[in-house]
């Protein structure tokens, strides 16, 4: 349904004109009129019309004026002119504003009907072939957007092997912001609860709310991109917005842990207070190269399943767990906090019952004992945990030799760490690295 604007400054034939042409059965959901081109200027600013019947020859400014002043404004409605006049130079006029009919006085009622039936069928014309563009351009779309989601699942496997030159031009084709010569961070992004401001069945708007915020919070330092791996959750890979070098100019910190893990925890925070959503995140605060990707998200995917709870921030690169808390900590709280930050940041070093003590001036028996009564587990064992924890990061990485991982997690005898690891994961270091990059 179209609209319709009459001008012309004789009022016995606007009004002639309109209700002939409302008598008629054409598609038109309003009729309007005016008496001069400035009034008609009014109303075309006000509401923009689709067809335009006017004379040329008006008091003050002519239709030729007004068609002029539609062009200039963008308005891409039909001009239709009804007039007295057979000049040349208005004709020629008339065919520079792309006028679509140009009918001398007196024309017959069906003469009028006629153009008015052609140039609905040109409207008609173009808004189809508007809508066709506009199905192609969802549908390439929603293609591109499919296979933007393929290639980045894709590269989340362990498997991955396609070369540098070759993954960098299908990030570039298919308009990535990451770039293949620079290390990425994974994220995982869980979806623990619907909140109170959304029902169960919510499922999709709640995964669009939370992934539009958290890329828009990550969005002001990193560029990053997203892929769904299940109904509540996602990976994200990140780079840094800008280089080292560029960061420094700009006197902006460069990627740091603890950087990386204040604008984690902002995200989720501000992810609870606008949605009312628990979620919880499992990032790396350092990055990985792209062969080690695959490897990387699967042992945190592994890590992330284990874990119950609501809203939990891990950090995969040290392993450090923290949820939400309520109230304050008590000193023992802290000190045992304390304790699993030292042993986490020295597994290399020597970790026994007797130098902890030392090292944080108490009786070994009490912090045994308080250790136990804190966390619900022997300190010697999760001792060997978060060793052996460490070592299956450090197998990820690429060219790391078993040896080398074992000394790196304090074990200076590569048989008896690759007992311990066994005796830990089921298998031995060297059949996990195969088992992970596979």
Known sequence: MYKLLIVDDEPSIVEGLAEMIAAQELPLKEIRFAYSAAEAQQYIERSPFDIVLADIRMPQATGLDLTASIRAAGWNCKVIFLTGYSDFEYS?????????????????????????????????????????????????????????????????????????????????LLELSLEYGKDVYPALVRIDDSGGRFSSGDTTLIRFAVHNLAEEMLGQAFKV????????????????????????????????????????????????????????????????????????????????????????????????????????????????????LYIG??????????????????????????????????????????????????????????????KRVGYNNPNYFAKVFRSTFGMSPQEYKVRMFL
Do not use: C
């Open 225 to 340: 991109e997203s892929v769904h791996l299940a109904a509540n959750l996602s990976a994200m890979l990140l780079q840094p917005a800008t280089d080292s070098e560029q960061a420094q100019d700009q006197g902006q910190p460069e990627p740091g842990q603890g950087r990386i893990a204040y604008i984690m925890e902002n995200a989720q925070n501000t992810i609870y207070r606008l949605l009312g959503i628990h979620i919880s995140i499992l990032f790396r605060s350092l990055p990985v190269r792209w062969s080690e990707l695959g490897p990387n998200v699967r042992l945190m995917n592994d890590d992330l399943q284990r874990l119950a709870g609501k809203g939990l921030l891990i950090d995969a690169a040290e392993q450090t767990e923290r949820p939400y808390r309520a109230g304050e900590e008590t000193g023992a709280s802290v000190l045992i906090e304390q304790l699993k």
């Open 92 to 172: 020629k006029r008339a065919l520079q504003l792309g006028v679509s009919d140009y009918l001398l006085k007196p024309a017959d009622d069906e003469e009028v009907v006629a153009s008015l039936r052609k140039v609905i069928g040109e409207l008609d014309r173009q808004l189809e072939e508007m809508m066709a563009m506009e199905k192609a351009r969802l549908k390439l779309q929603a293609s591109n957007s499919q296979l933007r989601q393929q290639i980045l699942t894709d590269l989340l496997q362990p498997s991955r092997s396609a070369s540098g030159a070759s993954l960098q031009a299908t990030l570039q």
């Open 345 to 406: 940041q020295h597994l290399s070093e020597d970790l026994s019952l007797d130098q902890l003590s030392r090292r944080f001036h108490v009786n070994p028996t009490y912090l045994s004992r308080l250790f136990k009564q804190t966390t619900s587990e022997v300190l010697s064992l999760y001792i060997t945990k978060e060793k052996m924890n460490a070592a299956r990061r450090l197998l990820l990485q690429d060219g790391m030799k078993v040896g080398d991982a074992a």
